[in-house]
């Protein structure tokens, strides 16, 4: 399915956003000049992520604009993981090799989050960079 390219003048944490995609109702990918990531809105985030991986969100905003927010270089990871099984195809296209992106997300979570997955019951792999 085809995402839809949208012009903004909000801003996030990354600063002002030049374009977004709504990957799906609730969620979307914000990109800016510098740095970009996704944007939850509360209520999706409490239907469709574990309270583990809402722990490492940075809040955006307040009341109805509030959101849930992480970057796109390792944070996505987490929201990605949680999303996978059920909006594999929406996240990342249809005939995606779903196993060969769990097992990428699982090497960026081992990398930058072993906590999260041992908390969720995985053990992390072994990690390819060295902090």
């Known amino acids: 399915m085809p995402i839809k390219s949208m012009k903004s003048k909000r801003m996030s944490p990354w600063g002002q956003v030049d374009q977004s995609e709504r990957l799906l109702p609730g969620l979307t990918m914000v ?5 970009g990531g996704l ?3 509360e209520k999706f985030a409490q ?4 309270a583990g991986a809402i722990a ?9 604009s509030k959101r849930l ?5 390792c944070a ?9 099984e059920k909006f594999g ?6 005939g995606t090799d779903i196993e060969e992106r769990r ?8 990398d930058y989050y072993p906590k999260y997955l041992r908390a969720r019951g995985v053990e992390p792999c072994a990690p390819l960079n060295e902090h």
């Open 89 to 94: 195809e929406a996240l990342y296209g249809a």
């Open 76 to 84: 996505y990871a987490i929201v990605f993981w949680e999303l996978i």
């Open 47 to 50: 239907k469709h992520l574990s």
């Open 31 to 35: 990109f800016t000049p510098g740095h």
């Open 69 to 73: 927010c992480y970057e796109e270089d």
């Open 103 to 110: 097992q990428s997300l699982l090497q960026t979570l081992s």
């Open 39 to 41: 944007m939850l809105t």
């Open 56 to 64: 490492y969100a940075d809040v955006w905003g307040s009341g109805a």
